[in-house]
């Protein structure tokens, strides 16, 4: 079948994965040797070495999303469960290349590529095993381009919130952070409060959209009469409720800083749950 992934993009895929966790090991090893010898050797090639990885990874990446959409003929993007986990693990590590090109910001890929490396893990595993089928129509277009698209939002915005959390804490047990370019707090506050505002408007067009294909009386509702007690529904709910209140920060002092940032993790957590969830539950 042309919609499972085959056993060589997989292979591709696998490869991939270890690829990326050589960079984010490298990136671990530059920020360890910045600390002793910012300007010294070891730290240069950690840096090279990681970023080299990055590239490599994310081609590898963009070429099974090629390979697999060739095979089963169609190109357009969010079409099955593989090619959509691929999609999203490939843009958030292109916004780590071009933010690492434009605006340097040191750990940006120790903190997101955890996140690419767990889609990656989730296409092997749902792309294979239950390929997802849709009916194609404007709202369900909308709806699958608005909630992938938040979710990115609100990964740039978890990650960033992890590490607004973690220069905090050195803060506050009074150790620097090694070299130049990781970023003032406001930055990342800024950053978190910009990813939330363009991911909150992306989910509340999904919640809406998802809403309108349920309720629509022509089609058959294949969540059941009790759909709003269904877990893909309360917890994109719920992490909408969560990025409400960290939109709602700057008039509110109370929610600034490490709370924004700590509500900012927890609702992508919510966020990577209700993609789960969605794996588990009928796609039309």
């Not at 696998?14 to 966790?21: K, R, S, Y």
């Not at 809406?208 to 309108?212: E, M, N, P, Q, Y």
């Not at 909408?240 to 409400?244: E, G, N, R, S, T």
């Given at each position: 079948m042309g919609?499972?992934?085959?056993?060589?993009?997989?292979?591709?895929?696998?490869?991939?994965?270890?690829?990326?966790?050589a960079a984010l090991f490298s990136s671990l090893r530059r920020w360890r040797a910045e600390s002793r010898d910012p300007g010294g050797a070891s730290a240069f090639s950690s840096r090279v070495l990681a970023k080299g990885c990055l590239y490599a990874g994310t081609i590898l990446c963009v070429g099974v999303l090629f390979w697999h959409s060739h095979v089963r003929g169609i190109w357009r993007p969010l079409e099955?469960?593989?090619?959509?986990?691929?999609?999203?693990a490939v843009l958030l590590a292109l916004f780590i290349i071009y933010t690492q090109r434009a605006h340097p910001l040191r750990g940006l890929d120790f903190f997101i590529l955890p996140v690419v490396l767990l889609l990656l893990a989730l296409a092997i595993v749902f792309g294979k095993t239950k390929p997802h089928e849709y009916h194609e129509t404007t709202w369900s277009i909308v709806h699958r381009v608005t909630a992938y698209g938040g979710f990115v939002a609100?990964?740039?915005?978890?990650?960033?919130g992890g590490m607004y959390l973690f220069a905090t804490r050195r803060l506050r047990h009074k150790k620097l952070l090694p070299g130049q370019g990781f970023g003032s707090l406001e930055r990342l506050?800024?950053?978190t409060f910009l990813s939330v505002t363009l991911g909150f408007a992306l989910l509340t067009v999904g919640l809406?959209?998802?809403?309108?294909r349920v309720l629509d009386p022509r089609r058959p509702n294949s969540l059941g009469p009790d759909w709003y007690r269904n877990p893909k529904v309360v917890l994109a709910c719920v992490a909408?409720?969560?990025?409400?209140l960290v939109l709602h920060s700057p008039i509110n002092p109370a929610f600034r800083g490490r709370r924004t940032a700590m509500l900012s993790v927890l609702g992508f957590i919510l966020m990577i749950g209700t993609f789960v969830a969605v794996q588990f539950m009928p796609g039309k």
């Open positions: 919609d499972v992934p085959s056993t060589g993009q997989l292979s591709v895929l696998v490869a991939a994965i270890a690829v990326l966790l099955d469960n593989f090619g959509a986990f691929l999609w999203l609100f990964a740039i915005a978890g990650a960033v506050e800024h950053i809406v959209t998802g809403l309108i909408w409720i969560v990025y409400a």
